[in-house]
């Protein structure tokens, strides 16, 4: 495992996101402009909405018989002479890795983008181990200079505007003239990494889609690191969680397309590259071995659950996290997790325990614009008010990791004495009459009002409740 | 071997949930979406000049004169490129004499790698044809022309034949039935390497190639 300095802080490192101005304004600046060039690209409802439905249908049907595809996969993977592994743990993956790579003698490794590889902590992993790990992926190469994780799962260094990278290059890179223009920025980047593809002994990737019919890996990109990283290098090591299967080529198409706009609204990015196998015979170049990691991690844990299954039809798109007010807000970083944002929020309990991290379950105001925006149809906000459900239960067997951890003794029987009221009229018209009469009287400045009225003004109950004024108007009750 | 890893995680997602969900995905949507016939060639244009792609056209066979052209014109002095293909034969022949040299691509990468990476100012390459509704080159890469043909060098020089642009990605998919035949590797390029990891501001030229210029043979008038 890394080094884990404390356990993760919801509330104290979202505290502090929201004390940063130039982050909140880097944020709100990028989420605005995704948001308007994603709608743009689905201007046409009936479109939109049907390419949905193929799209959460494709994925629920996968997910439905999810190991059958999963064999197939695995057999048409190798009958194309790519060598396939299987991983219960990020630990089992890691050593799956370097295993790979000290068969080689690899010392020197190029990265393309990949979550699964952030969630496995690869490479501070191979760092330990030796080996020199290099993110190649422009906005994953900064972040790895300023030793940081990614704070948006397409767009890793979002947080940090020109003037912040223009600091850091000057720093991190030997030669690297001082300037904030993004061309002479990315040609500086460009001139290191040309000679790390050059130099490397392997490449790792993860995957977007892994197609059973055809045993076919789908990577897509805009830079051609991950065809750099993949094609340069004599061994290629793919990673993927179980999830990412796809039954038939033909539902490739659909899938990407939703990914490219949903996530940066392009119609179709630079590079999408299948790969069918290392090299052939005849072939001049392409890696000579081909490795895919199927990494499971919790996921079959998310499986067992009907509803929770959802979250594993993710594409990884970012969307949901480009519309959540909160996750504008407060950016990446703050969640202290691999994946920020909704899906986070599903995904990090779901993996990590819903106890250990209930306060992610409550950085929602359930608006619902995830759920809306998401191109699989993965109903968000319901799956975290389930989760919340799970978190404060009283017991009983669930597939839910730290169910009932997180149940607050005065919380719940807050919850008692609510049902219990509004359960018994006499009892009802009591606390209302208390309630309007006495409620003024109430300080606001103890827990647990204090909660919220650090930060808003107290409510005042008004001095005759509802069902007194409609009495007087004589409405009768329902 | 055995793989415990493999049995333990297979066997949690048989015991999972699989409620099967009513109704076949309907690709309807996907169909649509075709674009006819006579407008694939611009809307295909359209789509990739809108992300830097260039393109320069020609008629029927002349196409290698274009070529030949643009590189004088560019300062373009070696061209790698894959001998043993019918287009490769045609660039042979009127960039001989030239002051366009050819590096043929006909070692290993293992040889090539120098040569590739610092020695030549473009690669060409055919391509299988191309994609309208959102723009994008198709490419199989073979023992003739490799992979890393249009990736490496700064420029790519892609040969399109105009009468195979698919209407859409889903469609070229079916109509070839890829599905039977994917080959070692496949791919899609819509125009140069480009980056928007900076502020949201897009750069061109990262990693793989700067320019992508198309030679679009279109049939004789």
């Not at chain 1, 006499?426 to 204090?450: D, H, I, K, N």
């Not at chain 2, 599905?179 to 899609?188: D, E, K, V, Y």
């Amino acid at each position: 495992m890394s080094a884990e300095p404390r356990p993760a802080d919801f509330r104290r490192a979202s505290t502090a996101a929201l004390a940063d101005g130039p982050l909140r304004a880097n944020f709100r600046r990028a989420m605005d402009g995704l948001m308007a060039k994603r709608a743009a690209r689905f201007a046409d409802p009936v479109e939109w909405r049907d390419l949905r439905a193929l799209g959460a249908a494709i994925r629920a049907r996968t997910l439905a018989r999810l190991p059958e595809h999963l064999v197939r996969l695995e057999a048409r993977c190798r009958e194309n002479g790519i060598s396939v592994r299987w991983a219960e743990t990020t630990e089992e993956a890691n050593a799956i890795v370097l295993e790979i790579l000290r068969r080689h003698g690899a010392t020197r490794v190029v990265k393309g983008k990949s979550m699964v590889s952030e969630e496995m902590h690869l490479n501070d992993f191979l760092e330990r181990h030796g080996i020199e790990s290099l993110e190649s992926d422009l906005g994953e190469y900064i972040i790895q200079l300023d030793g940081e994780t990614p704070s948006h799962i397409i767009m890793p260094a979002i947080h940090k505007n020109r003037g912040q990278i223009a600091k850091l290059f000057g720093r991190k890179i030997r030669d690297a003239v001082y300037t904030e223009d993004v061309d002479a920025l990315t040609a500086i980047a460009r001139r290191v990494l040309r000679r790390k593809f050059f130099e490397a002994d392997a490449g790792i990737s993860g995957v977007n889609f892994a197609v059973a019919e055809t045993g076919t890996l789908c990577l897509v990109e805009n830079e051609g690191n991950g065809r750099m990283s993949t094609h340069v290098p004599p061994v290629h090591i793919a990673l993927m969680g179980v999830e990412k299967v796809v039954p038939r080529l033909e539902d490739v198409p659909p899938l990407y397309s939703l990914l490219t706009r949903s996530a940066t609204a392009q119609p179709i990015t630079t590079y999408f590259n299948m790969i069918g196998g290392p090299r052939g015979p005849g072939e001049k170049d392409g890696p000579r071995e081909v490795h895919l990691v199927i990494l499971d991690n919790g996921r079959s844990r998310m499986h067992a659950d009907r509803a929770l299954q959802a979250t594993l039809r993710c594409i990884r798109c970012g969307a949901c996290m480009n519309h959540c007010p909160v996750y504008t807000r407060i950016g990446g970083h703050a969640y202290e997790a691999v994946y920020p944002g909704p899906i986070g929020q599903l995904v990090t309990p779901q993996t990590e325990g819903v106890d250990r991290r209930a306060d992610l379950l409550e950085a929602s105001s359930l608006c619902g614009a995830c759920g809306e925006v998401c191109p699989v149809g993965i109903p968000i906000p319901e799956l975290i008010v389930r989760l919340r459900t799970e978190a404060a239960a009283p017991g009983g067997a669930s597939a839910v990791l730290g169910r009932g951890g997180a149940r607050h003794r005065v919380e719940s029987l807050a919850w008692r004495v609510w049902s219990t009221v509004l359960s018994r009229p006499r009892l009802y018209r009591a606390a209302a009459l208390a309630a309007t009469r006495l409620g003024r009287l109430v300080p606001a400045g103890f827990p647990p009002l204090s909660a919220w009225t650090r930060f808003r003004s107290a409510p005042r109950p008004a001095r005759r409740s509802l069902h007194e004024l409609a009495d007087d108007e004589r409405i009768p009750d329902a | 071997m055995p793989d415990g890893a493999r049995e333990r995680i297979l066997a949690r997602l048989e015991s999972g949930a699989s409620t099967e969900p009513a109704g076949e995905p309907d690709f309807a949507v996907m169909a649509r979406r075709a674009v006819r016939p006579e407008e694939r060639y611009a809307s295909l244009r359209r789509a990739m000049e809108a992300v830097h792609a260039e393109f320069l056209e020609a008629n029927g066979d002349d196409w290698p004169g274009r070529v030949r052209a643009f590189a004088e014109a560019e300062g373009i002095r070696s061209i790698a490129y894959g001998p043993g293909t019918d287009a490769a034969g045609r660039l042979e022949s009127v960039l001989r004499g030239s002051a366009v040299r050819l590096v043929p691509y006909d070692r290993p990468i293992e040889e090539m790698k120098r040569t590739l990476f610092d020695d030549v100012d473009a690669g060409f390459t055919t391509t299988r044809g191309g994609i309208a509704d959102t723009g994008g080159l198709i490419l199989w890469p073979t023992p003739e022309e490799p992979r890393l043909l249009s990736l490496v060098p700064p420029v790519h020089l892609a040969l399109l034949d105009v009468a195979r642009i698919h209407g859409s990605l889903w469609q070229a998919m079916r109509d070839e039935g890829w599905a039977g035949r994917m080959p070692p590797n496949a791919l899609l390029v819509s125009g140069p390497s480009k980056t928007a990891d900076i502020e949201q501001t897009l750069a061109y030229g990262v990693h793989g190639p700067k320019r992508l210029v198309v030679i679009a043979v279109v049939p004789r008038a």
